[in-house]
């Protein structure tokens, strides 16, 4: 894939008082200095946020990138909070709430950023209508669809035609969604590919190399045809559990085939498929783990944070995906990797990693991020953004989640 230009990304990515409330660096950074590695400092933009969707843009027109999460925007440089909308708990745990995404896309074609979205017990994707003027004015929400409980969704580009869809992952059925008017009213086509494959996680990448992007699902890919009104052919060939989003589809070792990373959303461990050719000229997949040190693995996306020219993979924890779950109170962390060919071996570099929550409660419903982790704890939630947010050149990472949300400042070496 593409890296994004910086316009792209200030619009479709996607992870407070009136200045910076907090400015630490990662336990890591004094090693990271002297190694000559990337160095990062900890904005938090609300140590009290509890929203797990998050995304940057430009959202008043005046040059600068701010940031969007929950129901409010936050304006740079200062990071003053504008509450926008209102965003209830979903079902019956008060610390998840009905925003599992927040991407930035300008919806109606007026020049301003919107925000789409989805959530989980609403079972809704929807998109948020910017309205421009006062900061403060009411964010307007608009309905897309209704096709299932959502962990989260991304915009990409599916079908090749240069624009972002959305594509979200629905439990019960694989969806995605088109932008095919924006005036002189907005009208998203609904492409359903059925429940064969549907799951935990998705993602996407060019599987067959036909130059087509294929949708991976935690049973497999769905084949993208070579016209549009064909059917999308699934290949039930793998089973990834419950998978964290995006599934990446990516050529890893340099052998021209595309291979497949996720991470385990509800488990520990962050793995790769191989994919090889068989005696019998089918596609054979050979797990391999990039690293099983840490649980939660629930947002991943591809990076040059270090400017390089070769693009990272970034994630980390999600914190609390629930409560109660392998790894929930271990250390919060955001880690990149990068798969050295010629060693072949991927190489983990830490960016941020906090305190444990050592005295959490044992029960699940005592449970609360904001409380049982450290104050100002980092971590990831259901996305990340990596967009260069203060100007100077490199890619920078927005990281909402319940422990709050939190910028992380690409410092250079």
Request: proline share 6%.
């Amino acid at each position: 894939m593409l890296r994004p230009s910086r316009k792209l990304l200030s619009i479709m990515l996607s992870l407070s008082a009136a200045a910076v409330v907090g400015l630490v660096e990662p336990t890591s950074a004094r090693a990271q200095q002297k190694s000559g590695e990337l160095r990062w400092k900890k904005h938090s933009i609300n140590d009290q946020s509890p929203y797990e969707g998050g995304g940057a843009a430009d959202f008043n027109g005046d040059g600068k990138i701010d940031i969007f999460s929950g129901d409010s925007w936050y304006e740079a440089p200062k990071w003053t909070k504008h509450k926008v909308r209102d965003v209830p708990a979903s079902g019956p745990n008060p610390h998840y709430h009905e925003d599992f995404a927040d991407s930035p896309l300008d919806v109606n074609g007026d020049g301003r950023p919107d925000i789409v979205t989805c959530n989980y017990f609403g079972r809704r994707v929807g998109w948020v209508e910017n309205p421009g003027g006062d900061a403060t004015q009411p964010w307007i929400e608009h309905e897309i669809d209704t096709p299932g409980n959502m962990e989260t969704g991304e915009l990409v580009d599916i079908n090749g035609d240069g624009k972002p869809d959305f594509l979200p992952n629905t439990g019960n059925v694989v969806v995605w969604y088109e932008l095919t008017h924006q005036k002189p009213k907005v009208v998203w086509t609904k492409h359903d590919l059925g429940k064969e494959g549907a799951g935990h996680g998705v993602g996407m990448g060019d599987i067959n190399r036909d130059g087509r992007v294929d949708i991976i699902t935690p049973k497999g890919w769905y084949e993208q045809p070579a016209t549009a009104s064909d059917k999308w052919e699934f290949h039930g060939e793998f089973q990834l559990g419950a998978a964290g989003v995006l599934i990446h589809g990516r050529d890893v070792d340099g052998d021209k085939l595309t291979d497949v990373i996720w991470g385990m959303g509800h488990g520990f461990g962050l793995y790769w498929l191989k994919q090889s050719t068989g005696p019998d000229g089918k596609r054979v997949w050979t797990k391999q783990v990039i690293d099983d040190t840490f649980s939660q693995v629930h947002t991943q996306l591809f990076a040059d944070l270090d400017g390089d020219g070769e693009q990272e993979l970034v994630t980390g924890k999600r914190v609390y995906a629930h409560e109660v779950e392998p790894g929930a109170t271990d250390p919060s962390v955001v880690f990149t990797f990068q798969y050295d060919q010629s060693a072949s071996k991927w190489i983990k570099r830490e960016i941020y990693k906090s305190e444990p929550a050592a005295n959490a409660p044992a029960a699940a419903k005592d449970r609360w991020a904001l409380k049982d982790f450290p104050k100002g704890t980092a971590g990831t939630g259901l996305q990340m953004a990596a967009i260069d947010i203060d100007g100077d050149g490199d890619l920078d990472l927005v990281c909402p989640g319940k422990s709050g949300l939190y910028l992380l400042e690409n410092l250079g070496r």
